[in-house]
């Protein structure tokens, strides 16, 4: 059985004002993942995410696909799960 894990992402590039919390959230819908996508000061996107890490690969690839034209760095730190999301949101 896969253990749950944490992805903690950061976008930058052209990366607000285009959809990208939009579409992470909708890409969200499709795979077992929690968590939120967040516009973060310094014109960045911080994407939460736990779930097994397979789940959140093939999500972020989805992420990737739909908005990497707008995407110039993705940063992605694994850390241990929290269990403290319902869901998928975006944050404010």
Known sequence: MATDVRAEVLYSGEVQGVGFRYA??????????????????????????EGSRNEIEAFLDDVRD??????????VRWGAVTGEFQGFRVHF
């Open 24 to 49: 992470a959230t909708r890409a969200a819908a499709n795979y077992n993942v929690a968590g939120y996508v967040q516009n973060i000061p310094g014109g960045q996107v911080r994407i939460v995410a």
């Open 66 to 75: 739909s908005m990497g034209v707008y995407i110039a760095n993705q940063v």
